[in-house]
């Protein structure tokens, strides 16, 4: 049966479902909504999207998304370089940032560990935390908060560094639980994510 739809707004609904939590509903309203703009406003749309490839990079530091390396976090000389929060997401580092609580720097993993999806320590950036905290580097790290989100997948995440960390003899910290179990980071409102990083505990407590 054709569709009911033009090609083009048919194209654009079918990428907009793409997107995570956009199912074919909620994604006909948003390309019909899009229809509607002035061409100057859609195209500004389509611009934002189309130079995303070209201006953001990942930071060779902490591995956030950037326009520029290394980001304004790791460039900023007033931050506490000696402390790492490590975090699953570039958005989970956005939502550290507003709380205005933490002054350290930060590693994103860019995921976490998760079997069932194929995902393990080597498709994260791990390695590139431990060249961080190796001697070598000379970065003088004196602690790592792990600071990974309560879910099933974020507690093993957090276990398994606690567990890499404690044989290279840095000091490790698990944000306390003011994040609520099943609960993504970013989705935190800030005296949460407040309370959690102050509240901190020691990984020697996951045993």
Known sequence: MPSAFPPALERLIKNLSRLPGIGEKTAT???LHILRWPKELAGELADSINVL???IRLCSSCFTFSEQNP????ADPKRDTSTICVVEEPGDLLAMEKT???RGVYHVLHGVISPMDGIGP????INELLARIDPASKNEIKEIIIATSSTAAGEA???YLSELLRQSGVTASRIACGIPVGMDL?????MTLQRAI????????LE
């Open 198 to 205: 102050e509240a901190r505990t020691s990984c020697s407590n």
């Open 100 to 102: 205005g609580v933490f």
């Open 53 to 55: 490839h070209d201006r």
């Open 157 to 159: 995440t957090a276990a």
């Open 186 to 190: 970013k989705y935190a409102d800030r």
């Open 71 to 74: 980001c304004p976090v790791c």
């Open 29 to 31: 309203r948003l390309a």
């Open 122 to 125: 080597e498709q994260l950036k």
